[in-house]
């Protein structure tokens, strides 16, 4: 029964020897295209934040876990604003922070290969100051001549706005007491009155900013020419800060309040990945898609309200939303997918010729087995041959004796061949042949005949 096992309509052995080159050549081809074509994306990132407790600080950590879902690993880097995450771009310290519309401009951009994610949300200009007893609170930024001002953390991009917002009212920045420590230490500076005021970009998240919103003493500066503003500096959008959504109860704010405000965008390199920039875009939807104080559902991340450049890959998300096959497969695996297709064209092309190579392969495999021994039955053909015709009959009967006992050995060896039952046919013929020679051997000395049938029994 084991012997007829061998016999089978397939063989699997055969067909994997035959077809194996051709299958290791296509899977070094892949390889190496997946480490040389383009390469995978890497799993570290370097994304610059703010300070501690900051909008820019809180989003970093809620991108971070997002990332670490599709397991790339996200390094916050903290800074004091965008001016310092502008600095580590063009360092190269970071891949990707987090920056204030206005920053910078367009003609640096492109000197420094810096490219836009898009914008995030709003960051209004907060400017927070004391009351003063027997005194109106202030309406205009000309009256804060004189004053003690925070303006922002060195290396945040509030000084730098705020000097501009003075200069298209008339206002030098020597002309104030001006001083840029950090939020937090900032805060307390004017909570104990060693300050008139203080300057916040930031978004409404801001736990500083929510806390002043609601300290007795504590006053929010009213922007009642907004809209001039956004005509003069034309990265500041005006936005309103409605009655009561500090707090409906308690009625916080008692009426709303103009504001003016850059956007707070993603900026990367240019040469960051581009899987990983859809993946950023993709965070950022999740993140910053909903309703918030001053924007609407689905208003945010967009590509609108930045004056960098926005990379192509993040233009064709806020277009197209997510590429095709990362909406039903997993990041990896539609990106591995996404950077192989150009290779699998290329080995369709391929394996449509090296298809027609293994059928002959594994055809001549098989047979191979077989015909190997027909070079045998040759060989003891070639002996009988040699041998002279007037040779003595005792001659003639040795060297019969000798390609008997050879024969009857290749007979062995040909018994203990397995093939596939379709070439079952070849293997008989071969049978059948070495009893064609042998009846040759006993015709020259049929005196052989007798030891024949004996070596048979």
Request: glycine share 6%.
């Amino acid at each position: 029964m084991n012997r007829i096992r061998k016999f089978t309509n397939f063989s699997v052995r055969d067909l994997l020897a035959s077809a194996g080159p051709t299958v290791l050549a296509i899977a070094a081809i892949c390889v190496a295209a997946y480490l040389i074509v383009d390469p995978a994306p890497p799993r570290k990132v370097v994304l610059g934040t703010g300070q501690d407790n900051s909008a820019y600080d809180v989003f970093g950590k809620k991108y971070a876990a997002a990332l670490k879902g599709e397991k790339i690993a996200v390094t916050l880097q903290p800074s004091h604003g965008s001016r310092e995450n502008l600095r580590l771009l063009k360092e190269g310290k970071v891949d990707i922070a987090f920056m204030q519309s206005g920053t910078t401009d367009e003609a640096a951009v492109e000197r420094e290969g810096l490219v836009s994610l898009g914008s995030l949300f709003i960051e209004p200009v907060w400017l927070f100051l004391r009351e003063a007893p027997g005194k109106a609170p202030l309406t205009q930024l000309t009256q804060l001549r004189g004053m003690k001002i925070n303006i922002g953390a060195k290396g945040s991009g509030a000084p730098r706005l705020f000097r501009q917002i003075l200069d298209v009212n008339g206002v030098a920045a020597t002309d104030l007491q001006v001083s840029q420590l950090d939020n937090t230490p900032a805060t307390v500076e004017l909570l104990e009155g060693r300050v008139d005021g203080m300057v916040f970009a930031a978004a409404p998240d801001d736990p500083l900013i929510q806390m002043l919103l609601q300290t007795p003493g504590i006053y929010l500066f009213d922007f009642t020419q907004a809209e001039a503003y956004t005509r003069r500096l034309p990265f500041l959008t005006h936005v309103t800060l409605p009655r009561g959504i500090v707090d409906l109860g308690r009625d916080i704010p008692a009426r709303d309040y103009h504001l003016i405000a850059p956007t707070a965008t993603l900026v990367a390199r240019e040469d960051l990945h581009p899987a990983l920039i859809e993946l950023y875009v993709q965070a950022a939807a999740k993140i910053h898609g909903g309703a918030g104080w001053f924007s609407q559902q689905g208003q945010f991340p967009s590509a609108k309200y930045t004056e960098i450049p926005v990379a192509e890959e993040a233009a064709k998300f806020y277009k197209d939303g997510p590429p095709f096959l990362q909406r039903y497969m997993s990041f990896w695996l539609a990106n591995f997918l996404d950077r192989m297709w150009v290779l699998v064209v290329a080995l369709g092309a391929l394996i449509l010729p090296l298809s027609k190579v293994v059928p002959p392969l594994y055809v001549w495999r098989i047979r191979s087995r077989i015909y190997r021994w027909y070079g045998q039955l040759r060989s003891v053909e070639q002996a009988l041959e040699e041998v002279p015709k007037d040779a003595p009959p005792e001659h003639r009967r040795d060297v019969g004796k000798v390609q008997l006992a050879r024969l009857n050995d290749i007979e062995d060896c040909v018994n203990q061949i397995s093939v596939p039952l379709s070439f079952a046919d070849d293997l008989y013929g071969l049978r059948s042949h070495i009893q064609f020679v042998r009846q040759r051997i006993l015709g020259q000395s049929p005196e052989l005949q007798h030891e024949s049938t004996v070596i048979a029994e």
